[in-house]
């Protein structure tokens, strides 16, 4: 089975500053990915990055990046420049490869906060 | 907006009832999953069907029982409902059924209140 950790349930970080959100997981797979996903106020679940888990070089994507530490097992989002538009409920998620997908494992989430 | 729709937004019930929730997937994708946030187990995968047949289960009660369409849209059906029940049920679409790989878009949700 798959298992996914996020210790921070809430993190505040001001406006413009940069925060880092912590994630470890388990799984006894070598094929999978690694996604944060952030949830707003709307409920809505949207895509922030992924990483697959067979590259080296960590993901980016606009003020979003991700350090991925395979051997420890951890994949932490780094957002720059944070932005009142960022606040929301962050999601690590892993999901396994190969045939036969087994749905999304998320952790609890971190609640972000950003003081204006 | 992901493309992904759900009907009902709310839905408001008494226990014992039975409800069905309906999913359209993105245009093009063949594979729908269900998944249930609820404030004390978080967000669960619930099962996924992938072009009419159902590919994998998660922790789905077995009050709880869903199929794809033709169409491939899908329906969650929850039977004998219960308090705890109560959530918020997601919906979602990738293009493929065989591989974690792809992204997953998120409908908006149906948020069930069961009394």
């Known amino acids: 089975a798959q298992t996914v950790t996020q210790s921070q349930p809430e993190m505040s970080v001001q406006e413009a500053e940069t925060v880092t959100l912590s994630c470890t997981y388990d799984t006894s797979e070598s094929d999978y990915y690694l996604f944060w996903y952030k949830q707003p106020p709307s409920r809505q679940m949207i895509l922030v990055i992924r990483?697959?888990?067979?590259?080296?070089q960590n993901a980016t994507e606009n003020r979003f990046s991700v350090n991925f530490q395979k051997a420890a097992k951890s994949f932490s989002l780094k957002i720059s420049d944070s932005q009142l538009g960022d606040a929301a409920m962050y999601f690590c998620?892993?999901?396994?490869?190969?045939?036969?997908?087994?749905?999304?494992?998320f952790g609890k989430g971190t609640h972000l906060i950003i003081q204006p | 907006d992901s493309g992904v729709t759900q009907t009902p937004k709310h839905l408001i019930t008494a226990t014992g009832q039975r409800v069905t929730l309906r999913c359209s997937p993105r245009s093009g994708d063949l594979s729908v999953y269900w998944y249930q946030q609820s404030l004390d187990q978080g967000l669960q995968f619930l099962i996924q069907?992938?072009?009419?047949?159902?590919?994998a289960k998660g922790n789905i009660l077995e009050r709880f029982s869903a199929q794809q369409f033709p169409d491939l849209h899908s329906e969650l059906n929850l039977s004998s409902l219960e308090l705890g029940d109560s959530a918020l049920y997601f919906c979602?679409?990738?293009?493929?059924?065989?591989?974690?790989?792809?992204?997953?878009?998120f409908g908006p949700g149906t948020r069930l209140t069961v009394t």
């Open positions: 069907y992938y072009n009419g047949e159902e590919r």
């Open positions: 998620i892993l999901s396994l490869g190969g045939g036969g997908a087994d749905g999304l494992t």
């Open positions: 990483q697959e888990a067979y590259k080296q």
């Open positions: 979602a679409s990738s293009a493929s059924g065989a591989s974690g790989a792809y992204e997953q878009y």
